[in-house]
């Protein structure tokens, strides 16, 4: 008698708990061994890769604090030389208006003249070219100078704000005088030396010249004063009342603000700060010395041998921010560096790769040191788990022999229920409902026939209902489609020997909003139209078909050729009629002369159509006026165009189904292949075959691309 489950269930148990436990025992005693010396080993590794990942870590957050302060730096910097440009832009803003504003409005002010007088730092003086002092100072400059003499109440209150540093204002005009305030670092007076007085020409200066040449501030190039300090001049023209050239406004900048500022930037002791200006050299830097010193003798840093440097001045002259490593006296450095757009300089500051990564090796050794402690508290842990595993595994043996019998029936009855009840419901019986209260899977499995039997009944109701609705839309779509198809004319007047006319149409659906039409008015006059419905589907043919009709039935009521555009005038009235929906149609609409080849057509808003002239052999697009779609908004006038067709002489009609059809990379047809592709088939094919190309052409461009709108071409031919 072979065994049934329960017995199977009840040997399976207790085999399995005293292998478990003599396999346990044994991969235990195996396993500690090789545990404890794989996480020493792995402990050393993690060690490694910890203190490694700490450094790099480190290493990036420091670049991106080097960058971050070079960028703050740059910031300040830049802050201080838009100052300088706003104040330039003010003092010439201030003297276009002295020079506009009436004489008798303006006060005259007394300005004192070096040459009579020691001027003292922070008092405004005035001084003339040798030119105008030989040729002597005319009525009318003395008058220019009386009238503007009112900038030194300005100058004054400017030159206190930079107490203290080396600044200077200065107002050059073209006709030969200045008027001018300039401050000295400790206060003393301006010195003046008698070439000073006879020979100074401000016109020729560097700082006048480029003044001249600019409508904006800008700045000159670094320079050193008379008195040896280093500086920049922010330079502008100004303008008369005429809006004519009058002269130049200089505002001269202590670069005192910004060495303090390169200087205190350096995070470490080894670290320094320098500027470079557009041309690759250092203007001001905190290094006394070596290729990072400011020094006269500019060296342009993109041309040094060294890649690394010449590299990282290219980049800044190209007003790039970033991080790079350097050498420099055998050391390695990081620079950062940041742009101050307003100058073209750039900001740069040199850190010691030792000292950014010198909390890193403080981090490794504390590191190994913890994971140390870690090593031998985790092997006290795996003695006291291996004594605790065996004496639970024990008691656990133990107590499984003795319930493994229980554990056997309790397991199998609710299984031989899921059974019995599985077997009733394969054999037809669906209101069958299994009962197991396990509270375990088997309950869930149960529960998942029960509802399974439910699912299937409903499901087998439905089948038969869904069925039967699908098949009557499917045949009520049929129906429309050749409802819609059969609307369409598909006589291509094949007894008319004036003309030759060919068209065709592929909804995006069952149905579409697209539709073309053609008739004879009479023996000479030929009626073409194509037209777009806004949106797809049953909507959009139920419109094309109100559209297709009110526009046939409008154009058979024509008493005269200019009634086109009144035929599209009623026509788009009555689409606006009970329109509640807001849908809309594009038409295009002309009437062809057979006698006079004359063509009258208007345009509602539709894609231009192609005309292909014999005499030139090629189709171009037509010149067509942007009228409004019709069934958006009544009483528009709609403007009618014509032109005349000679023999042989093609129209050719589509709808924006073909140009923008797209492939499977959502890139359109286009409106340049389609005149390509019309250009590119034969002019004297029959108009069937014409069509035909442009479609071939489509499908090329499309590939298995889903087709997105309809698609309608028409064309015709005169003979």
Not at 66 to 86: G, P, S
Not at 208 to 236: H, L, Q, R, W
Not at 280 to 289: F, L, M, N, Q, R
Not at 435 to 460: C, H, I, P
Request: aromatic content about 10%; some cysteine; proline content about 3%.
């Amino acid at each position: 008698m072979k065994p049934n489950i329960r017995q199977r269930v009840f040997r399976l148990v207790l085999f399995s708990s005293i292998m478990t436990f003599i396999i346990l025992v044994g991969v235990l005693i195996i396993g500690m061994s090789t545990i404890r010396y794989n996480f020493n080993e792995k402990s050393t590794t993690l060690s490694d890769h910890s203190t490694r990942y700490i450094q790099d870590a480190m290493k990036e957050r420091s670049k991106v604090s080097l960058e971050t302060l070079a960028k703050a730096k740059a910031e300040y910097i830049e802050q201080q030389l838009l100052d300088v440009k706003w104040n330039t832009k003010f003092f010439s803003e201030l003297m276009h208006l002295y020079l506009s504003l009436p004489a008798s409005d303006i006060s005259r002010r007394s300005i004192s003249n070096p040459m009579y007088k020691i001027i003292k730092s922070g008092e405004p003086y005035m001084n003339y070219t040798p030119e105008l002092r030989m040729r002597g100072v005319s009525a009318a400059i003395q008058a220019e100078i009386d009238r503007v003499s009112s900038i030194t109440d300005v100058f004054i209150p400017f030159g206190e704000s930079f107490k203290g540093y080396e600044s200077g204002f200065f107002v050059g005009s073209k006709n030969g005088y200045y008027i001018a305030l300039e401050t000295t670092a400790d206060g003393s007076d301006i010195p003046f030396t008698d070439d000073y007085f006879l020979n100074y020409d401000f016109q020729k200066r560097p700082w006048y010249m480029k003044g001249k040449e600019v409508k904006e501030p800008t700045f000159t190039e670094i320079y050193a004063d008379m008195n040896g300090a280093i500086g920049v001049s922010c330079v502008t023209s100004y303008y008369d009342g005429n809006g004519e050239f009058a002269g130049v406004v200089s505002v001269g900048y202590s670069m005192v603000y910004i060495y303090k500022a390169v200087i205190e930037t350096a995070v470490d002791s080894d670290g320094f700060s320098f500027i470079l200006d557009s041309k690759g050299d250092v203007i001001i830097s905190g290094k006394s010395e070596g290729i990072f010193a400011a020094d006269t003798k500019y060296l342009d840093l993109r041309t040094i041998d060294d890649a690394a440097i010449s590299g990282a001045a290219k980049r800044m002259t190209a007003g790039e921010t970033g991080v790079t490593s350097i050498t420099l006296d055998g050391e390695e450095y990081y620079l950062a560096f940041a742009p101050i757009p307003a100058s073209s300089w750039s900001f740069a500051t040199l850190t010691s790769r030792a000292d950014v990564l010198a909390p890193a090796i403080v981090a490794r050794e504390e590191m190994r040191k913890q994971i140390s402690d870690f090593r031998n508290e985790m092997s006290q842990i795996f003695i006291t788990i291996f004594i605790g595993l065996a004496i639970l595994f024990a008691l656990l043996l133990a107590w499984m022999f003795r319930n493994s019998s229980k554990i056997a029936k309790r397991f199998v009855e609710p299984i031989n229920e899921l059974t019995a009840g599985v077997h009733e419901i394969s054999s037809g019986n669906l209101d069958k409902k299994i009962n197991v209260q396990t509270g375990d899977e088997l309950e869930e499995l149960a529960n998942s026939f029960n509802k399974m039997t439910d699912e299937l009944k409903d499901y087998m109701k439905n089948l038969t209902q869904v069925t039967a609705e699908k098949q009557k839309i499917s045949t009520e779509l049929n129906v429309a489609t050749n409802i819609q198809l059969g609307a369409l004319p598909h006589d291509f007047l094949k007894d008319c020997t004036a003309i030759e006319i060919y068209a065709t149409m592929h909804a995006a659906k069952a149905v579409g909003g697209d539709f073309y039409d053609f008739y004879l008015l009479d023996e000479n006059h030929l009626m073409i139209t194509i037209a777009d419905v806004s949106g797809k589907g049953v909507p959009a043919a139920l419109f094309m078909m109100r559209s297709k009709t009110i526009l046939k039935n409008l154009a058979m009521t024509m008493t005269a050729p200019d009634d086109l555009a009144a035929v599209m005038t009623l026509a788009n009235n009555q689409l606006c009629q009970g329109n509640d929906e807001m849908m809309f149609v594009t038409v295009f609409m002309g009437m062809l002369d057979f006698k006079s080849g004359k063509f009258i057509f208007v345009n509602g808003g539709h894609n231009p159509p192609m005309i292909y002239r014999q005499a030139e052999n090629k189709f171009e697009y037509l010149q067509v006026e942007e009228n409004c779609v019709l069934g958006m908004m009544e009483d528009l006038d709609f403007v009618q165009q014509e032109i005349n067709l000679n023999q042989d002489d093609m129209i050719y009609l589509y709808t924006d189904g073909v140009t923008e059809a797209m492939n499977k990379d959502n890139e359109q047809y286009g409106e340049a292949r389609l005149e390509n592709c019309l250009n590119n088939i034969d002019h004297q094919c029959k108009l069937q075959k014409l069509l035909e190309g442009v479609k071939k052409s489509l499908a090329e461009h499309v590939q298995d691309a889903e087709q997105s709108d309809d698609i309608t071409m028409l064309a015709v031919r005169l003979k």
